[in-house]
């Protein structure tokens, strides 16, 4: 039988996630994934906690921080949102176990790192870098779950009619601006406006 490295495993975990959700991934299930004893996994990965944050790193390689080198910030934050967007809208079943524990892959710490330090090289002080920077995750990571949704999640079929205003607005003439893509876009835009905003309020860093 062909041996199995680390990069696999990733994989494998990774489509599990994909396939069945966040709660389907465990060491056991994960073996039996890859036709191996679950015991021969500790060779690689020394736990599920370890494999989530090699999962992690995996998937964060795909987030481009490259414009904070030359943009503005704003400029920068903008095309960072849409990239950290398509890497989770393409993995969905991610969102809930890497929101939801503790970080410890350095790769992503490397990530935050150019992010606040671009926000504290173009005045934002530093108490507030952290909450621009989750401000803008929360609003993609929100709008990655959105996208996947049903297509019928907000159906003027199902809301009675005595709901009249709610009836109204999502009738089938509005779909190209009550979509989950526009949505992202509309919050985008009033984010980034928002913390200009705030930006100019704030003293320098």
């Known amino acids: 039988m062909p041996t199995v490295n ?3 495993l990733v994989l494998a975990a990774l489509a599990i996630v994909d396939e069945q959700g966040s709660e389907a991934l465990t060491m056991r299930s ?22 989530i944050e090699l999962v992690r790193a995996h998937i964060v ?14 400029v920068a934050l903008e095309a960072w949102a849409r990239s950290y967007l398509r ?28 992010v606040i330090g671009a926000l504290i090289e173009a005045g934002w002080p530093m108490h507030d870098a952290v909450a621009v920077m989750r401000t803008v995750e929360a609003h993609v990571l929100g709008s990655a779950l959105d996208l996947v949704a049903p297509s019928d999640m907000l159906d003027q079929s199902s809301v009675p009619a005595e709901l009249a205003r709610v009836h109204a607005a999502l009738d ?34």
Do not use: C, K, M
């Open 6 to 8: 680390r990069e696999q």
């Open 30 to 51: 994960l073996a039996t994934r890859v036709h191996r004893q679950v015991s021969s996994l500790y060779n690689h990965v020394g736990s599920r906690d370890e494999l």
């Open 61 to 74: 390689v795909g987030i481009d921080t490259t414009p904070f080198a030359d943009e503005p910030w704003d």
């Open 87 to 114: 890497v989770f809208a393409a993995h969905p079943n991610l969102i809930r176990i890497l929101a939801t524990t503790p970080i410890r892959d350095i790769s992503t710490f490397e990530i935050y790192d150019v």
């Open 172 to 205: 089938p003439e509005y779909e190209e601006s009550t979509s989950a893509a526009a949505a992202f876009e509309l919050g985008i835009r009033a984010l980034l406006d928002g913390l200009r905003a705030r930006r100019a309020t704030v003293a320098p860093a």
